[in-house]
């Protein structure tokens, strides 16, 4: 098993950056991928963001080029740096990860991108 949780979120005005955390209650060298998903007011959830245990990693359209997604081994963290954040990246974020057959969600962080 794992818990996850994620910190960082907040209001940003467009243009602007966060950096979302996802801290891991165990190693994560065992967890084949680790991934950032979003949720928006009205929307299904959807995929961000994946890195698997090679590092590479995987990016949605609409946020390749300005988010990077890394994870840490020493403190069991992976993060989400946003750039150049636009009113359309607003939704709850949630760290998921796959680890031994079940999924794992943490409880969500809210980012709010507005002026």
């Known amino acids: 098993q794992v818990q996850l949780v994620e910190s960082g979120g907040g209001l940003v005005q467009p243009g602007g950056s966060l950096s979302l955390s996802c801290a891991a209650s165990?190693?994560?060298?065992?967890?084949?991928?680790m991934s950032w998903y979003r949720q928006a007011p009205g929307k299904e959830r959807e995929l961000v963001a994946n890195?698997?245990?090679?590092?590479?990693?995987y990016y949605a359209e609409p946020v390749e080029g300005r988010f990077t997604i890394s994870r840490d081994y020493a403190e069991n963290t992976v993060y989400l740096q946003m750039d150049s954040l636009k009113p359309e990246d607003t939704a709850v974020y949630y760290c998921?990860?796959?680890?031994?057959?079940?999924?794992?969600w943490g409880p969500g962080t809210q980012v709010t991108v507005s002026s």
């Open positions: 890195i698997n245990r090679d590092d590479k990693s």
């Open positions: 998921y990860a796959w680890l031994e057959g079940t999924e794992y």
């Open positions: 165990r190693s994560i060298r065992s967890i084949v991928a």
